[in-house]
Nanobody, 124 residues
Framework: QVQLVESGGGLVQAGGSLRLSCVAS????????LGWFRQAPGKEREFVAA????????VYADHLKGRFPISRDNAKNTVYLQLNTLQPEDTAVYYC?????????????????WGQGTQVTVSS
């Protein structure tokens, strides 16, 4: 079992930044790839970014690449998502996820464990 707790969301003006954190706890946390997804009201959950077990490999949604870098600190069992140049369309609940056999990191079904989410609201 892995437990995931996100934090760092909030209300920000367009053009601003936030850094989301997700602390993982439980057995074999270092054996899991970690990803971030987001879900806006009335829309499906959308892949944002993922990082490999070691932190050396990253994957991004094409339309978000370069704006939302992901990183991981295994000493702290924490994965980060830096949200830069935020726009109103980035408003969503952002979820952290963990999977131990992730082949297609952009798919929701690849992940076994999910956090409760953190709300990000961007005002225009």
């Amino acid at each position: 079992q892995v437990q995931l707790v996100e934090s760092g969301g909030g209300l920000v003006q367009a053009g601003g930044s936030l850094r989301l954190s997700c602390v993982a706890s439980g057995r074999r946390v270092h054996d899991y790839a970690l990803g971030w997804f987001r879900q806006a009201p009335g829309k499906e959950r959308e892949f944002v970014a993922a990082v490999s077990r070691s932190g050396s490999g990253t994957v991004y949604a094409d339309h978000l690449k370069g704006r939302f870098p992901i990183s991981r600190d295994n000493a702290k069992n924490t994965v980060y998502l830096q949200l830069n140049t935020l726009q109103p369309e980035d408003t969503a609940v952002y979820y952290c996820a963990a999977g131990d056999m992730v082949v297609a990191p952009e798919l929701v079904s690849e992940y076994m464990y999910w956090g409760q989410g953190t709300q990000v609201t961007v005002s225009s």
